[in-house]
């Protein structure tokens, strides 16, 4: 009669067993390594952080008509728009908000016309966003000035004309200046601070009307600014201009 064998697991030998064990101890001991330096570690990433923000008028003193302003940020941002500027004692300028980079703006501000009073700009929170349009700036800025707009009769007053009026330019640009009164000799270009820009080609049309070529230097916001004091009416009683005005554009290349 065939005898019958029963199937039976077979033991490990003292050396198997050693080396399971030291197969068993480098895996956890690479564990271990690799959770103390951080590997694989499903950690959020730091939370994003909304730009800071400077807000610039040109110019100095007290604002006696149109002035540009401009908007810098610590970097690009998202959201930003003409919409999110809260304007008091005046308004921005109808097309004028430019867009230079993803972290720079400009626009012109209007102050109200024939009063006197505080120009304030405010962005206020979530006015702007980070560049992944995750974070929106908690913190509110502003800038004022004190603004005059309120004209005596024998003080002269100026107007700019230009053929920009998106705000922008890609070169030279043909720049009016007029008065609102007579002014004779005492304008010329000396009499004008500029920045970012020379004066050719200037023209004086009448004793209340001068022409000109404004050239950009280099790439950003280039002014115009004809500061208080620069000049006289030319008629009896006639006062020299007791606040300055800005014309600004902004050229890209």
Not at 115 to 126: A, F, H, K, Y
Not at 182 to 190: A, R, T
């Amino acid at each position: 009669m065939q005898a019958v064998h029963t199937p039976h697991h077979e033991l490990p030998t003292p050396s198997r067993r050693g080396a399971l064990a030291r197969v068993l101890g480098l895996a956890l001991a690479g564990a271990i390594a690799l959770s103390a330096c951080g590997g694989g570690s499903d950690a959020p990433p730091p939370p994003a952080v909304a730009p800071t923000l400077q807000i610039a008028l040109a110019g100095d003193g007290t604002i006696g008509g149109d002035t540009p302003v401009s908007f810098k940020f610590s970097a690009p941002v998202n959201g930003f728009e003409a919409s999110r500027v809260l304007v008091q004692g005046g308004t921005l300028k109808s097309g004028s908000f430019v867009r230079i980079s993803d972290a720079e703006f400009t626009a012109t501000v209007a102050p109200r016309g024939n009063d006197r009073g505080v120009l304030t700009l405010t962005v206020p929170p979530n006015g702007f966003f980070d560049a992944t349009f995750t974070a929106g700036n908690r913190e509110t800025y502003t800038v004022s000035r004190p603004f005059d707009t309120v004209r005596p009769p024998t003080e002269p007053f100026v107007s700019f004309e230009d053929n920009a009026p998106s705000g922008f330019v890609t070169g030279p640009i043909r720049v009016t200046i007029r008065f609102s009164l007579s002014v004779g000799d005492s304008f010329g270009v000396n009499r004008m601070l500029l920045t970012n820009a020379v004066i050719s080609d200037f023209v004086r049309l009448s004793d209340t009307e001068y022409t000109m070529i404004v050239s950009p230097l280099t790439f950003g916001l280039m002014v115009i600014d004809i500061p208080a004091g620069s000049v006289t009416a030319a008629v009896p009683g006639g006062t020299t201009n007791s606040r300055g005005w800005q014309w600004g554009k902004v050229f890209l290349r």
